[in-house]
């Protein structure tokens, strides 16, 4: 059995989980409300105050969805509630991000400055001149747009320059020595 597939997802106060034919699952919450289509081999019930996913049969297809289908639904949950952020920092001498409205303007060594518009229900929030927080309730779009914003410059090996995640760490390389 799917070790993630078989938990219950408990639905808390506030947030309600409707599951419409094709298994379309609808969640309500606080931070408002998502939707998505999920496999149709899986059978979702809610439970009282607990959703549960359950599998046909033991195909390995079958065994793939079966947690693939509990976290999606657990992700929907946590986003009505709680909502996902992903915080982005901009390195390098001259390198700074601002916002105006809902559009991002970064400027990244460039000879012009980059625009990005904020996508659908997500949000982008710039902190001093370089850290950028995307906040969303969907995970997906979410990373999804964190990981545009970090396309446009990736941080490079030997100055570290560019736009890396909070958390990420980026391997240093040693530059060129000079002839003795």
């Known amino acids: 059995?799917?070790?993630?597939?078989?938990?219950?997802?408990?639905?808390?106060?506030?947030?309600?989980?409707?599951?419409?034919?094709?298994?379309?699952?609808?969640?309500?919450?606080?931070?408002?409300t998502l939707e998505r289509v999920l496999p149709t081999e899986m059978e979702i019930k809610v439970e009282g105050a607990e959703v549960v996913v359950s599998r046909p049969n033991d195909l390995k297809r079958m065994k793939s969805l079966h947690g693939l289908t509990r976290t999606l639904i657990n992700n929907m949950v946590v986003g009505v509630t709680a909502g996902y952020e992903k915080k982005l920092e901009v390195n390098g001498v001259g390198y700074r991000a601002a916002k105006a409205g809902k559009k991002l303007t970064l400027n990244l060594g460039f000879s012009h400055p980059v625009e990005m518009e904020d996508p659908e229900g997500?949000?982008?929030?710039?902190?001093?001149?370089n850290v950028i927080i995307v906040k969303g309730i969907?995970?997906?779009?979410?990373?999804?747009?964190?990981?545009?914003?970090?396309?446009k410059r990736r941080p490079e090996p030997y100055k570290g320059k560019g736009i890396k995640y909070a958390d990420e760490t980026i391997r240093r390389k040693v530059g060129k020595t000079g002839k003795k």
């Open 122 to 129: 997500v949000e982008t929030v710039v902190e001093g001149q």
């Open 138 to 151: 969907d995970k997906e779009k979410v990373g999804q747009f964190a990981a545009e914003i970090r396309d």
């Open 1 to 32: 059995m799917s070790r993630i597939g078989r938990m219950p997802i408990a639905i808390p106060a506030g947030v309600t989980v409707e599951v419409a034919e094709n298994n379309k699952v609808t969640v309500k919450g606080p931070k408002g």
